[in-house]
Nanobody, 120 residues
Framework: VQLQASGGGTVQAGGSLRLSCSASRRIVALNAMGWYRQAPGKQRELVATILRRGSANYADSVQGRFTISRDNDKNMLYLQMNSLKPEDTAVYYC???????????????WGQGTLVTVSS
């Protein structure tokens, strides 16, 4: 699966952005999709994940401000980001994974990243 992230840009603190990630094939078979981010000088960190049937999990730092969603019919993943803060500045990557029923990772894909800059 090839993932293409888009929607990054520069926004003032308190503003909103919506990130999109398109997949080159059907995503309905992918167990989990998610967004990660990497700020300058820091390790990549989990932002949010969403399972095939829609249950989502968020990092504490974005809980209540960000919303992850997926459209299995359109093969798209989204991240709505509201009330953005300067500390949200990072390159955001989309990710997709599949597992066996026993929980063994069998597929793991990354998009190329899209830069989000939040000015104070």
């Amino acid at each position: 699966v090839q993932l293409q992230a888009s929607g990054g840009g520069t926004v003032q603190a308190g503003g909103s952005l919506r990130l999109s990630c398109s997949a080159s094939r059907r995503i309905v078979a992918l167990n989990a999709m998610g967004w990660y981010r990497q700020a300058p000088g820091k390790q990549r960190e989990l932002v949010a994940t969403i399972l095939r049937r829609g249950s989502a999990n968020y990092a504490d730092s974005v809980q209540g401000r960000f919303t992850i969603s997926r459209d299995n019919d359109k093969n798209m993943l989204y991240l709505q980001m509201n009330s953005l803060k300067p500390e949200d500045t990072a390159v955001y990557y989309c990710n997709a994974e599949s597992y066996t029923t026993a929980g063994t990772l069998i597929e793991n894909y990354w998009g190329q990243g899209t830069l989000v800059t939040v000015s104070s």
